[in-house]
Nanobody
Framework: LRSSCRRWGGLVQPGGSLRLSCAVSGRRVSVNDMGWYRQAPGKERELVARIFGGGSTRYQDSVKGRFSISRDNARNTLYLQMNSLKPEDTAVYYC??????WGKGTQVTVSS
C-alpha cells in the first residue's frame, strides 16, 4: 500500500487539517474492510478509524467528529481526513486492508 500526506513531513499546527491517502493495488477498496491505525512513541498501536466493505464507518472516541475515513472507488484509494488536530494526534499513521496489507507509515506531527 502506498500512502502520502498533503504536507511534506506531515507537520501541522494545532487546529489544522491534514488528509492522508493510501492507494491500493491488487485489491478493491470498495469491497474490503479498511482502516487507519496510529502509534505514538512509547504507546500501543490503536485503531482510529475503519470503513467496512458495506460502507459503514467506526471511529475511536477521541477522534469522533474530527476525523473522517472515506474511499474513492474509481482511484482505489483510502483517505483519512483529519480536522481540528491536537498535539495528542501526533503519531505514525498506517493504513491497512483487512489487517493483512499495510502501508509504510506516515509521520504526523501536530505542533505549534
Amino acid at each position: 500500500l502506498r500512502s502520502s500526506c498533503r504536507r511534506w513531513g506531515g507537520l501541522v499546527q494545532p487546529g489544522g487539517s491534514l488528509r492522508l491517502s493510501c492507494a491500493v493495488s491488487g485489491r478493491r477498496v470498495s469491497v474490503n474492510d479498511m482502516g487507519w491505525y496510529r502509534q505514538a512513541p512509547g504507546k500501543e498501536r490503536e485503531l482510529v478509524a475503519r470503513i467496512f466493505g458495506g460502507g459503514s464507518t467506526r471511529y475511536q472516541d477521541s477522534v469522533k467528529g474530527r476525523f473522517s475515513i472515506s474511499r474513492d472507488n474509481a482511484r482505489n484509494t483510502l483517505y483519512l481526513q483529519m480536522n481540528s488536530l491536537k498535539p495528542e494526534d501526533t503519531a505514525v499513521y498506517y493504513c491497512t486492508l483487512r489487517g493483512e496489507y499495510w502501508g509504510k507509515g506516515t509521520q504526523v506531527t501536530v505542533s505549534s
